[in-house]
T-cell receptor, first 117, second 112 residues
Framework: GAVVSQHPSRVICKSGTSVKIECRSL??????MFWYRQFPKQSLMLMAT?????????EQGVEKDKFLINHASLTLSTLTVTSAHPEDSSFYIC?????????????FGPGTRLTVT | ELKVEQNPLFLSMQEGKNYTIYCNYS?????LYWYRQDPGKSLESLFV?????AVKQEGRLMASLDTKARLSTLHITAAVHDLSATYFC????????????FGKGTSLLVTP
């Protein structure tokens, strides 16, 4: 149980275009999902916290107009990178928090490798 | 602001040797995690430590937690090549809906 999927696993896009990444909790309901970004050889940095049915909360320094997050259901959150630039190339990892567990454990997806050319 | 510091950041060790990775964090948290990451992959959960004095072991890895010292250790016993990976500790934030704050990671290379 507690499986989180991401789609696509890898995407290459041209500078100026937009890319949508999906994060799904497959066997549990997730009221909260988190989006992290990881640059090569670096750690994971939290970008935003996404709550079902409400606006996402962005970390300082993360442009909310550039990284659009939608959490329309208890099993799906999407991250859209708008007007992507090469510096947005990174590994994007989502995690989902299980509302059913007392300790609100979270589970990580397999990640999406974004390359902007 | 919750800060998580790991050391060492890079570790090259011979097979069969023992070593410890340290993780310090700056403010109180109710749980600490250890993850493994292989190149190009996402995180693999290793341990969740919930209370002071907690110790968990899986194979050649053992993790412990001292909440008073705000310190966790990941001890590697008789290292083998398959343990080569990057290891992250992470501490759960009380705000941000319980998101995780990660250390910088320890890149471990086990050589023959």
């Amino acid at each position: 149980g507690a499986v989180v999927s991401q789609h696509p696993s890898r995407v290459i896009c041209k500078s100026g275009t937009s890319v949508k990444i999906e994060c799904r909790s497959l066997d549990f309901q997730a009221t909260t999902m988190f989006w992290y970004r990881q640059f090569p050889k670096q750690s994971l940095m939290l970008m935003a916290t996404s709550n079902e049915g409400s606006k996402a909360t962005y970390e300082q320094g993360v442009e909310k107009d550039k990284f659009l997050i939608n959490h329309a259901s208890l099993t799906l959150s999407t991250l859209t990178v708008t007007s992507a630039h090469p510096e947005d190339s990174s590994f994007y990892i989502c995690s989902a928090r299980d509302r059913g567990l007392a300790f609100y454990e979270q589970y990580f997806g397999p990640g999406t490798r974004l390359t902007v050319t | 602001e919750l800060k998580v510091e790991q050391n060492p950041l890079f570790l090259s060790m011979q097979e069969g040797k023992n070593y410890t990775i340290y993780c310090n964090y700056s403010t109180t948290s109710d749980r600490l995690y250890w993850y493994r990451q292989d190149p190009g992959k996402s995180l693999e959960s290793l341990f969740v430590l919930l209370s002071n004095g907690a110790v968990k072991q899986e194979g050649r890895l053992m993790a412990s937690l001292d909440t008073k010292a705000r310190l966790s250790t990941l001890h590697i016993t008789a290292a083998v090549h398959d343990l080569s990976a990057t290891y992250f500790c992470a501490v759960r934030q009380g705000n941000s809906g319980y998101a995780l704050n990660f250390g910088k990671g320890t890149s471990l290379l086990v050589t023959p």
